[in-house]
């Protein structure tokens, strides 16, 4: 894998600190559609289960089979290349939208009805959301008028610590794919975190070519811990309330057989344990997939998703 993913990842604090000195002021709308499709899907999803008033939906589904008769007042739309098909074809269904993207050159942010473009500032990139998915969840707090300078602060501080817990990870994951007969791996978070285990699901999927399944905690614990023996689950916990749960789910799979690998950030509370939580996954994709030889990260399709 190349080292300019590494450098993607290690630039994500340098960014953030950036986004958060040089963005203008802004507020984002409360009870509107917020669309986008993977990683601009999940950030707000993130932020649903803080208790903000959104309705984040999938650009793809709202379009086919949820779209009004006629044009709606207002939504927020996300797309970090500005050129995702599925995001574009919802722009003609507002009177108005507010544009969240890293190109604000590209299609998304130049529409007649755009009201406002938030810039994410987060620079070129590549590979795999890493710095983009940062600066989306740090525009979304900042539009809903939370503060997480500290968060950031402790990312800073701590960014060490994720690179070497992401290698940890990727040597555990390795170590088990080549001795054992892993048939599945699960990457599951509660809250907020849900879309913490989807994204990195996502792009661990997309790094490593390996199938890691993204999943909430609680609907895990609902059917699919009965594949427990000879998986492995990553769970992202933090201090929220399915903290006992989380521990208690996992002391039961592993009795039952799975490799099971935490990922906590206790310095923060819950909401803001979303920019800290995501991160060694990052360090994870780089590792493992250099670990399994893997040279490319898009192969069957680009990073940008244009449906023909």
């Known amino acids: 894998m190349s080292a300019k993913m590494l450098a993607e990842i290690n630039e994500i604090p340098v960014k953030a600190l950036e986004f958060l000195k040089e963005s203008p002021t802004y507020s984002l ?10 990683s ?3 950030a707000p999803l993130a932020f649903k289960y803080m208790g903000i008033d959104i309705q984040p939906e999938m650009a793809s589904e709202f379009f086919n089979y949820l779209q009004p008769d006629d044009k709606l007042e207002n939504a927020v739309i996300l797309s970090q290349s500005g050129r995702s098909s599925e995001a574009l074809w919802c722009t003609d269904l507002f009177q108005n939208y507010v544009a ?7 299609t998304l942010s130049t529409n007649p009805n755009v009201a406002q473009t938030i810039d994410l500032l987060a620079g070129d990139e590549q590979y795999s959301s890493s710095k983009t998915y940062v600066n989306t969840l740090l525009a979304l707090f900042k539009g809903f008028g939370m503060d997480c300078q500290k968060a950031v602060d402790v990312l800073v501080k701590n960014l060490p610590k994720y690179e070497k817990l992401g290698q940890r990870m990727a040597n555990e994951v390795f170590e088990l794919i080549s001795t054992k007969k892993i048939h599945g ?3 599951i978070g509660s809250g907020p975190n849900i879309a913490t285990a989807y ?4 792009i661990m999927s997309e790094s490593t070519k390996l199938c890691f399944t993204g999943l909430p905690m609680a609907q895990y614990d609902h059917g699919p811990k009965e594949t427990a023996k000879e998986s492995i689950v990553i769970n992202v916990i933090s201090k929220g309330k399915s903290y006992e749960r989380s521990h208690k789910l996992t002391e039961k799979i592993s009795a039952s057989g799975a490799y099971v ?17 995501m991160i060694p996954f990052n360090y994870m994709a780089y590792y493992l997939a250099e670990k ?6 898009f192969v069957v399709g680009g990073k940008v998703t244009e449906v023909l």
């Open 29 to 38: 709308p409360l009870c509107v559609p917020y669309l986008g499709m993977g």
């Open 40 to 42: 601009s899907f999940f």
């Open 100 to 106: 969240v993207t890293n190109y604000t050159e590209n």
């Open 185 to 187: 791996i699960y990457i």
């Open 199 to 202: 994204q990195a699901a996502l």
């Open 261 to 277: 690998i935490t990922v906590e950030e206790p310095e923060v509370k819950e909401n803001f344990s979303i920019i800290h939580n």
């Open 292 to 297: 399994l030889n893997i040279t490319e990260t």
